[in-house]
């Protein structure tokens, strides 16, 4: 096994210790919000990853695993793109990376919020006004100049 297979069979491991560590990646937990839990659980991974990296530093694991959650995003994002194009089952975007399977449990977590925005909503207008009478009537509600076109 080449050093780079052994390393990722590792970071495997790794992985499945950062899974039961909620604190660290689970955004909407109440342990999530608490800094010494935080500190407490980041120590446990970070006794973990020495044990293949004696010399590491926690700035070095948190710099590891944001790279691999920015390779799961970028492989998430590959696999949904694939499937809203309207590809069929054979031409769907299959990763080959090798943590994809290991970071499964970070799918809710890689969702994007809704938008919203601070604009206010344009008010309905009744059917029987023309076109220009809605741009004239969102225009007012942006404060904008009516008088100026679009």
Known sequence: MSRKQTENKFMLEVLKVYQTLPSLWKVKSEEYHNRQRKIEDYQVLLKKYKEYFPEATLEELKK???????GFRTELRKI??????????DDLYESQAWFMSAMMFLVDQETPAQ?????PMPQMVQSDVGEEQVVLQVKRNLDLDPNSRM
């Open 64 to 70: 590891k695993l944001n790279t691999l959650r920015t």
């Open 80 to 89: 949904n793109r694939s499937a809203k194009s309207g590809a069929g089952l």
């Open 115 to 119: 938008s919203r925005t601070s604009l």
